[in-house]
Nanobody
Framework: QVQLVESGGGLVQAGGSLRLSCAASGRTVSPYPMGWFRQAPGKEREFVAG????????KYADSVKDRFTISRDNAKNTVHLQMNNLKPEDTAVYYC??????????????????????WGQGTQVTVSS
């Protein structure tokens, strides 16, 4: 079992920055890809960013590329999402997720929600214009 807890959300003005963190407990997630997703009001949850176990492979949604950076510290079992130049359309609940299913170990981060089997409760990010 893996428990994921997000932190770092809040209210920020457009153009500002926030850094989200995700702390994993229960068992190590270091061999597995991790991802960040978000869900805005009235919209479906969508992929934001993902990272391979060693951090050498990352993926981003087109809407956040060049503004967001995902990173991980396997020694601390944590994943971070640095969000710069935030826009009102980035307002959403942000979720951390781990992909630990068969074949996921050491693999590239998937972009589909169904490939992630552990999820945090989410942290609210609100960007005012």
């Amino acid at each position: 079992q893996v428990q994921l807890v997000e932190s770092g959300g809040g209210l920020v003005q457009a153009g500002g920055s926030l850094r989200l963190s995700c702390a994993a407990s229960g068992r190590t997630v270091s061999p597995y890809p991790m991802g960040w997703f978000r869900q805005a009001p009235g919209k479906e949850r969508e992929f934001v960013a993902g990272i391979r176990w060693g951090g050498g492979v990352t993926k981003y949604a087109d809407s956040v590329k060049d503004r967001f950076t995902i990173s991980r510290d396997n020694a601390k079992n944590t994943v971070h999402l640095q969000m710069n130049n935030l826009k009102p359309e980035d307002t959403a609940v942000y979720y951390c997720a781990a992909s630990t299913g068969p074949g996921a170990r050491w693999g590239a981060p998937p972009m589909g929600q169904a490939e992630y089997d552990y999820w945090g409760q989410g942290t609210q990010v609100t960007v005012s214009s």
